[in-house]
């Protein structure tokens, strides 16, 4: 019965863990360049589904299954996730600011049709199965494989953790921050600012896509209803709670929310009769909304968010210097 | 190829421009590009769904279909209602959310971030309360005229194309020969220059809102009336008013409904040349290549 | 000298308010005077003006415009109360035609005294007056600044304020504005002027003050300052013995 429990408690901190790594992606793209991506889904969906291609064994009705080993699809993943953010960016990072989120927003419905459309790439709405699942030789001892999972879940957050924080005090990270918190003063200093910013988006989305295959790879099948909108809703509320610009925050904000939308998942299933649950699914929906609305008018900087350099420099004007 | 084309994709298309002149409204005076404006035409929809509803309710007489129409004067009535109340519900909603962000002078992708937010919550609760059922303003068929040419349509179509026009072509006026119109366009080109010109831009925001909701709230009505009510009626949209906005040039009233109807052309084309299944994307390969080629619109101002 | 028409007591203002620029200014102006406010770049003279037309943020203090307190009165209904301001650029709607233009300044007016209050701008102002239907975008910079300052008349103020109205003007352009102010200034309306200018700026106003850091660092009678070496040399970058190199 413990084993159960430890086994099940694996099982929801990897999957939670996969969304901190789609949360990290996201604080590169918003918490440490502040742009704005409304197409998340997209991002993860084809990370996913470019890994299970490259992975899978060949099928008959559709394009590839090539076989590779796990760690070339999800190389692959980052690679063509990172490559289409790059051509998004490119395209509208020099334009309005809010052109970025319509375009992203165009791509996640883009991608939705054609993971829905392009049967023999993608499968259709039945998507792509038998996806192989690392450690699969364990499967047979549901704790070990849970266990096992679960630490190459953690390794790869920490890994990318201690990266991005590398990269946060780089003189790259610093230029993105100098350009976030006062773009003038870095153009003035002779950054180029969309060339720093598009370099994020790139890496963010690269990020999304390796979120995307790993997930792919945990679950073992793939489908165009695990990449619906409510899933860039999910990682914004995730990123917004924890607090952008703060790494340890989207890790936390993604456990954390994550943690309450199963819960509440569950009491749903559990309290609300059959016949009622798809309007209890939409209340939780709305909850998450006002949630994001209330914390932008609130909280903005999250419930662990980082305190701006500008802030910083005027709580200190403000306080009687004791030099 | 079938003419007829022609005809679905005039419907699509005036549905398209009249939500994308309030989005390019919006846009325009409130400076950022709300996500949520696609709810505006599904909560207008369903409003009038319910207040028709009620009205017939109190009245039988009133769904009795008004030949040649399909439906009774409940829908009439309801829609003007409606219509109130979807700006009232567009003004709640920005006195509660991003009437705080202006005064703290929040970044623009905030306000996209809370409309995003909004935008999710408004349809969920359209969901919650009418469930994700679609629903009918009538259950009455028509039959389709000919109208020579090999194109067809219901009265109810071209009654609605006609009020596509007629709705145009008054917001059109209203900004070019009215008091409330000039300011609308002064707080769009500079809001402080406006402020110290004698305009009161809370009023003018406040307008905006309403009308852009009201306009949302007659396109949602028209899809619900010409295909059906549903609640991601609105959010299906989102993209082609998007497009539509951005190719007519933001703040370009003619040029949002032109745009609109560009693009329903282009996706009724595409229905025929490609299949209906990849009508949604074409809004987005439009939006790429003005985007790519134009950024400002057919008739937009250099920024 | 007569009742202040405009006022301030401990005016405090700036876009942030942990770093205010305007930094506690006491000042007058009486009706029917032109006062110029002069001081080196980034005095805070232009935060100041923009503060009392109600574009920047005040944190404490009060200002009264005849003998009402408008502190918190919104920009539009200090046009309204009789207070115009000229900002320094982007001071007419560029996307909007010279007619529309003044329309927008006049819809404060019944409707019936719309034309006549229009026709009046257009008979002091000829120059607009020849093609109504231009947009002001395509306007030259002499004639935007006729435009802007057209504009503001529009409602009869008895306070006009103006944001450096020679800046990037030809001589003889800033010679035509200048004319223009002093008689606006001879019809009764009082000026409140911030220039750089100092000559052309000295040689009209009936009285000058000179901000530094926020604060009012001299007042007085423009021959004085003008005569004023030391004033000239600190505040205005006008050195008076031309040899010396400035401080």
Redesign the interface.
């Known amino acids: 019965m413990t084993l159960d429990i430890l086994a099940y408690a694996a099982f929801f901190l990897s999957m939670a863990l996969t969304y901190a790594i789609i949360c990290l992606g996201l604080n590169v793209q918003w918490g440490m360049t502040g742009l704005f991506n409304v197409g998340i889904a997209a991002f993860v969906a084809v990370g996913a589904y470019t890994s299970a291609l490259l992975t899978t064994p060949p099928s008959p009705d559709r394009f590839g299954g090539f076989e590779l080993p796990i760690f070339v699809g999800w190389l692959g993943a980052a690679v063509t996730s990172g490559l289409l953010s790059w051509a998004v960016g490119a395209l509208t990072i020099r334009l309005r600011s809010d052109y970025l989120a319509i375009a992203t927003f165009g791509i996640a419905v883009t991608v939705q049709l054609c993971m829905l459309n392009l049967q023999p790439l993608t499968g259709g709405p039945f998507g792509i199965g038998f996806i192989p699942r690392p450690f699969a030789d364990l499967q047979d001892n549901a704790l070990a494989f849970s266990l096992a999972n679960f630490a190459v879940m953690a390794i790869v957050v920490l890994a990318l953790y201690l990266a991005l924080e590398h990269l946060a005090k780089s003189p790259w990270g610093r230029v993105l921050r100098a350009i976030r918190e006062d773009e003038m003063a870095a153009q003035a200093l002779g950054k180029r600012p969309i060339r720093f910013r598009l370099q994020a988006f790139t890496l963010g989305g690269a990020i999304m896509g390796l979120a995307g295959a790993a997930q792919a790879h945990f679950i073992g099948f793939i489908a165009p209803d695990n990449y619906m909108p409510i899933l860039t809703f999910q990682v914004w509320a995730m990123l917004i709670v924890g607090g952008s610009g703060n790494n340890r925050g989207a890790i936390a904000g993604a456990i954390l929310v994550w943690g309450l939308w199963a819960l509440s998942a569950a009491a749903v299933s559990t309290f609300v009769p059959a016949e009622q649950q798809a309007r209890a699914a939409s209340l939780q929906i709305v909850a998450i909304g006002v949630g994001l609305c209330l914390m932008l008018l609130w909280r903005p900087r999250g419930l662990f968010g980082e305190v701006s350099p500008l802030t910083r420099l005027k709580s200190l004007r403000a306080a009687p210097s004791k030099e | 190829m079938n003419p007829q084309f022609i005809m679905d994709g005039l419907i699509a298309g005036a549905i398209i421009g009249l939500g994308a002149v309030g989005v390019t409204l919006t846009y325009s005076i409130l400076r950022f590009s709300n996500f949520a404006h696609g709810e505006l035409l599904s909560w207008g929809a369903y409003l009038a769904l319910a207040v028709a509803g009620a009205l017939g309710f109190l009245s039988a007489g009133l769904t009795k279909p008004i030949a040649p129409f399909s439906f009774g004067w409940a829908l009439p009535i309801s829609a003007v209602i409606a219509i109130g109340l979807t700006g009232l519900l567009a003004l709640a909603v920005d006195a509660l959310l991003f009437s705080s962000f202006r005064r703290r002078g929040s970044a623009i992708i905030i306000m996209v971030m809370a409309s995003f937010g909004a935008s999710l919550a408004l349809r969920s609760l359209l969901e919650f309360l009418f469930t994700s059922k679609p629903a009918y303003f009538t259950k009455a068929l028509q039959i389709a005229m000919k109208l020579g040419g090999g194109l067809r349509a219901t009265p109810d179509q071209l009654l609605m194309l006609g009020v596509a026009l007629v709705a145009v072509v008054t917001v059109h006026l209203l900004m070019t020969r009215t008091d409330i119109g000039r300011a609308m366009r002064a707080v769009s080109e500079n809001p402080a220059l406006a402020s110290i010109a004698g305009i009161d831009v809370r009023r003018v925001i406040r307008t905006v809102w309403f009308l852009g909701a009201a306009l949302a709230c007659v396109a949602g009505i028209m899809s619900g009336l010409l295909i059906q009510i549903r609640p991601y009626l609105g959010h299906d949209l989102l993209l082609p008013l998007f497009a539509a906005a951005i190719l007519g040039g933001i703040g370009s009233v003619p040029g949002a409904m032109l745009a609109g109807l560009i693009i329903g052309l282009c996706e009724a084309l595409a229905v025929q040349a490609v299949g209906a299944e990849w009508r949604a994307a074409v809004s987005f390969v439009i939006l790429i290549a003005v985007l790519l080629v134009r950024p400002r619109g057919l008739f937009g101002k250099a920024s | 000298m007569t009742a202040p028409i405009l006022s301030t007591h401990g005016l405090v203002a700036g876009y ?1 308010p ?2 205010p620029i305007v930094r506690g200014i006491d000042f007058s102006v009486s009706s029917g005077e032109l006062v110029v406010l002069l001081g080196p770049n980034g005095a805070g003279k232009s935060t100041f003006v923009k503060a009392i ?3 920047v943020p005040i944190h404490a203090g009060t200002m009264m415009l005849n003998g009402r307190d408008i502190t918190h009165v ?3 209904r ?3 109360e009789g207070l115009a ?1 000229v ?1 320094q650029t ?7 035609t010279i007619l ?1 233009n003044l ?3 006049v ?2 007016l019944p409707k019936a005294k719309r034309g006549a209050a229009i026709e009046a701008l257009f008979s002091r102002f000829p120059d607009l007056a020849a093609r109504p239907s231009r947009l002001a975008g395509a306007l030259s910079g002499g004639q935007r600044q006729m435009l802007a300052v057209a ?1 503001a008349l529009a ?1 009869d103020p008895p306070v006009i304020i103006l944001d450096e109205p020679s800046a990037g003007l030809s001589p003889k352009i800033v010679s035509e504005v200048f004319d223009m102010l002093k008689a606006i200034n001879a019809g009764g309306v009082t000026v409140l002027l911030v220039e750089q200018n100092v000559k052309a700026a000295l040689a009209i106003a009936s009285r000058a003050v000179i901000l530094a850091e926020g604060r009012i660092a001299h007042e007085g009678l423009p021959e004085e300052l003008a005569s004023d070496p030391l004033v000239g040399k600190i505040y205005l970058g006008t050195a008076h013995g031309h040899q010396g190199a400035p401080a």
């Open positions: 942030e942990d770093l037309a109600g574009l919104s920009p539009h200090k046009v309204a301001f900002p982007e001071n007419v709607f560029a996307t909007m529309e329309q927008i300044a819809a404060h504009r409602l």
